[in-house]
């Protein structure tokens, strides 16, 4: 210990400096023990004038000791809470007992002495929450220490509520949050017989938070999510369980969607973590005002666009969904008591609006498929009563229900039952044969009322359609309950409601989706009878356009039944026996088959051999399935297509072109004898077509060819000299050099022999064919041509004015390639469509032309930003856009509409951006609203609506 001297003046020195006391003089004081430091310091502690000062140096002087003793402890920290209870040195108080207690934390709990100190000392007697913030914060930080596992086993009723009421009514959100993990230690520690009597207390307090209502302020680290997790946590804890639930469903009722559903979120969250603790009771009081809020939402006008309506409507269904899951464990009559509110709901919405029995059929699906126990306790029991109702009455919310009821059991079957499980056969026979035969009975009713085309109501056919899709589907988990031929019998009917023209639209589509989502990919059943009933007999009444939709959606089943349309429906030998066969056309069915092999991502050798065989046999007509052909070799391995290169000059034109449009410059490359071969081969096939498919054909090859080659541009120029060929061939031959990376030549080179070819065929060729030409896409387009690659439109851009004969073909020629163009924006395009649109304008062409191009510029190439910043800070720019609004032409003044609406997002963010262009945006804005005010009384309700909007975005410039 320091002489009684040193001990004195260090003392006085510090307390002098007070918070400013430094290290030093600190350590110096540590030496003493707590309790002599205590003594010397007395006449400062009591001194009004130094006692803040000498509290602040006690509490520094405490800390930092290798070792405190309880005894030590709790002499000082009662000291301290003695001396918060006087309102002048409350602050400085808690503020020192926080020092002391963050510089035991990482070390040392609170033990159990220290606690009921503080209990009595601190939480007792000072009234947190009659002070200011941070006297809170500090005695919130001394409460985090006070609280632990041991603590809390410790604390009978009367110190709970003591500590409750220290924390109850908080408002800043960090202490809030605080609060909240408070409440869950105690909630979770706490003796059982202490928290009970208490209970409705912590739950009252809890409660007043909810729903959490908070916007965080800046800097703030807790958020609204933070706030409503920690609070959930609370109130769905088993202690108060029975208090919250009753309290959530109560809310159930409020007017304001959020607090419905987050109502229905804090009641899924107890559901999952204490489901033992919930009463049988509650279970049904769930599900009866759960049932109530999901009838009113749905019944609420357009409640499908309205994001927060559907998602409480999602959340509910899964709330019940949990309930089944939760009380699967009891007995059946148990399950039937907990849902009987549904239950008996079912059987009154048979004679309601469709929408309501709707809303039933939807909540059945997610109790049965919540557990086993649940969809075995209620399934059979719901099928009795609507098959005996569907006996009375031919009514489409019967056969709705049923749908729903056999889904249900499927679904449950599937997720709960294995065919190796031991019970699984039980299982089955536990609904009864008879009730089967009831049910096989309404399902056999409806199937003869669609083969018959009996049923025209569009909602009536529908609901039939999903009770069959739902009965085959479940057929296959009750076999052998369920015979074969009567699941058959329901898939035969689903097939004829797809196809036949009797069928309201909405039911044949949907059967159609049906078949293929309930069939196995495994089996043969549908395919067989898709021949037997399709392909071999007649049937009568079956619409073309529905058998290939049929169609599309078998072949999306396995690759198998993919394999089996095309073979068997499209290009069997056996001579069509249906109307529906004799009226296709190649167009239709080269569309289908196109659809099915983009659908597929490798095709065999083998595979691919028989199919290219099958799309080229009939030479008349392969023309139409080069589209297909190309899909193929895209889908076939690298080795396959080598082995047809090898005899690419005696390949069929229709393969050749396919094949060399199927590669990459960087996998094949043709030699210089191989590719001016081909391209004779096209430019005759080209002059000697007589339909567009042929040009369109000969067309790819030649720009396949070319991207893989290596012949210079310069030499394929001089080699077409020679030939004096089409323009389509010149055409095609500047999309391949498009295809090629630029590394294979040089590029600004490239560019200008393309701009000058582009612009000698303006002059010396027909107008009509070039323009005509210059719509064509090349196959490989969508994959082939990158940012990198060399842009066509640029090209076109930088032909010579002065050579071209016609400005009005030169601007056709621009909305022609700008339908097929579809490039990111490099600037060198803008700027030069800039100045062409200028150029354009200055020698007078057509400015509705112009105006369509541009149209046409903003929506393939947006953003195009160089574009539309010119056209706003041009006053003769912005007035040929807006000269569009007096046009006569409806579209016309339309697109001029939608281009100002377009600029405005634009404007709107450069200005935000505090471009220095602002003021001239705004000058804009003035000039568009103004102008366009007159749309507003246009004669065409088209326009009024777009340029209301137009206006509406531009508003939003400040």
């Excluded at 070792?67 to 503020?95: M, Q, R, S, W, Y």
């Excluded at 208490?198 to 959490?212: E, I, N, T, W």
């Excluded at 396995?558 to 109307?579: D, G, R, W, Y």
Aim: glycine share 2%; with cysteine; net charge negative.
């Amino acid at each position: 210990m320091l002489p009684n001297g040193n001990v004195l003046s260090t003392i006085e020195e510090a307390v002098r400096l007070g918070v400013l006391s430094s290290e030093v003089q600190l350590s110096r004081l540590r030496k003493m023990t707590p309790l002599d430091l205590c003594k010397e310091m007395k006449s400062h502690l009591c001194n009004e004038e130094t006692s803040a000062a000498a509290i602040h140096v006690l509490a520094q002087a405490t800390i930092k000791r290798d070792l405190l003793h309880d005894d030590d402890l709790c002499v000082i920290v009662n000291f301290l809470c003695e001396k918060a209870t006087k309102p002048k040195l409350t602050g400085t108080a808690l503020n020192s007992l926080r020092v002391i207690v963050d510089d035991l934390l990482p070390s040392q709990k609170c033990s159990i002495a220290l606690f009921v100190t503080l209990i009595n000392s601190f939480i007792t007697k000072v009234p947190l929450q009659n002070l200011r913030l941070t006297s809170r914060r500090d005695g919130f930080a001394v409460i985090s220490f006070m609280i632990n596992k041991s603590t809390i086993e410790s604390c009978d009723a009367g110190q709970l509520h003591t500590l409750l009421e220290a924390m109850d009514g908080e408002a800043d959100p960090i202490l809030v949050n605080d609060f909240f993990q408070f409440c869950k230690l105690v909630l979770t520690h706490a003796k059982q017989e202490e928290i009970q009597s208490v209970a409705q207390s912590y739950f009252d307090s809890l409660a007043a938070y909810f729903p959490v209502v908070f916007t965080p302020p800046p800097k703030c680290p807790i958020t609204k999510s933070d706030l409503q997790h920690a609070l959930s946590a609370c109130l769905s804890d088993r202690v108060l369980v029975n208090n919250s639930i009753p309290f959530f469903i109560s809310k159930l009722s409020s007017p304001s969607m959020i607090i419905r559903q987050e109502s229905i979120e804090a009641l899924e969250t107890i559901i999952q973590t204490c489901p033992n603790h919930v009463e049988k009771k509650y279970f049904f009081d769930m599900v009866l005002h759960t049932r109530n809020e999901i009838i009113k939402a749905c019944i609420y006008p357009q409640y499908e666009d309205n994001p927060s309506t559907k998602n409480f409507i999602s959340l509910s269904l899964g709330l019940l969904k949990s309930i089944s899951k939760k009380c699967g464990g009891g007995t059946a009559r148990s399950a039937l008591e907990i849902f009987a509110p549904i239950n008996e709901g079912v059987i009154s919405s048979i004679n309601s609006e469709h929408s309501s029995c709707s809303v039933y059929a939807t909540m059945l699906y997610h109790i049965l498929t919540g557990s086993l126990s649940c969809s075995m306790a209620c399934g059979p029991h719901l099928l009795t009563m609507l098959c005996a109702e569907g006996e009375k009455n031919d009514l489409p919310n019967i056969w709705l229900l049923l749908s729903a009821v056999c889904s249900g059991l499927d679904n449950a079957f599937s997720t709960f039952v294995h065919n190796d499980d031991t019970e699984a056969e039980d299982i089955r026979y536990r609904i009864a044969p008879i009730l089967l035969e009831r049910l096989l009975d309404r399902v056999r009713y409806c199937g003869h009322q669609i083969t018959a085309n009996l049923v025209t109501d569009e909602f009536h056919a529908s609901c039939i359609v999903e009770l069959l899709a739902s009965f085959f589907s479940l057929s296959a988990k009750l076999a052998p309950c369920i015979q074969r031929s009567d699941a058959e019998f329901a898939l035969n009917a689903l097939l004829h409601a797809s196809v036949l023209l009797a069928s309201p639209d909405a039911a044949s589509s949907k059967a159609s989706m049906l078949i293929c989502s309930i069939v196995s990919h495994e089996t043969d059943d549908l395919m067989k009878m898709i021949r037997e009933e399709l392909i071999q007999k007649i049937i009568f009444g079956a619409s073309t356009d529905r058998v290939l939709s049929l169609l599309k959606e078998v072949s999306r089943v396995s690759l198998k039944h993919a394999l089996f349309v095309i073979n068997e429906c499209f290009f069997e030998t056996i001579p069509p026996v249906n109307n529906w066969q004799t009226e296709l056309t190649e167009v239709q069915r080269s569309d289908v088959v196109l659809h099915i092999l983009d659908s597929i991502d490798t095709i065999g050798d083998n595979m691919a051999k028989d199919l290219l065989k099958k799309l080229t046999e009939h030479e008349g007509k392969s023309l139409y399935y080069f589209k297909c052909i190309f899909s193929l070799f895209t889908r076939t391995p690298e080795v396959f297509r080598e082995t047809i290169r090898k005899d690419l000059d005696r390949l069929p034109l229709i393969v050749a072109a396919a094949l060399v449009c199927s590669y990459t410059s960087a996998s094949f490359s043709n030699s210089h004898a191989q590719t001016k071969c081909l391209i004779r081969r096209f430019d005759k096939f080209i002059r000697s077509s007589q339909n567009s498919l042929g040009k369109i054909l000969a067309m790819n090859g030649i720009s396949g060819v070319v991207s893989t080659s290596t012949l210079k541009y310069d030499e394929l120029i001089s080699f077409l000299s020679e030939l004096s060929v089409d323009v389509a061939v010149h055409i095609a031959i500047l999309w391949g050099i498009c295809f090629r990376p630029l590394s294979t030549e040089d590029s600004d080179s490239t560019v200008t022999i393309i701009s000058s070819s582009l612009g000698n065929l303006l002059l010396s060729a027909n107008k009509d064919e070039v323009l005509d030409t210059l719509s064509f896409s090349p196959i490989q387009f969508p994959t082939a041509i990158s940012r990198e690659s060399l842009n066509i439109l640029s090209c076109y851009f930088l032909i010579d004015m002065d050579a071209v004969v016609s400005l009005r073909v030169y601007w056709k020629g621009v909305l022609r390639l700008l339908k097929v163009m579809a490039l990111e924006v490099q600037p060198a395009t803008e700027a030069n469509f800039l100045a062409r649109l200028h150029q354009g304008l200055r020698v007078g062409v057509e400015t509705e032309l112009l105006r369509q191009a541009l149209s046409a510029f903003m929506e393939k190439q947006s953003p195009a930003k160089l574009v539309v910043k010119e056209l706003l800070l041009s006053p003769t720019l912005l007035a040929f856009v807006l000269e569009g609004l007096h046009s006569q032409n409806l579209v016309s003044r339309c697109e001029t509409l939608n281009l100002l609406s377009s600029f405005s997002t634009y404007a709107v963010n450069s200005v935000n951006e505090q471009h220095n262009e602002s003021n001239l945006f705004r000058k804009a804005r003035d000039v568009i609203l103004n102008t366009t005010k007159l749309s507003l009384s246009d004669n065409k309700r088209k326009v009024r609506r777009a340029a209301a909007y137009c206006r509406h975005m531009w508003h939003n410039l400040n």
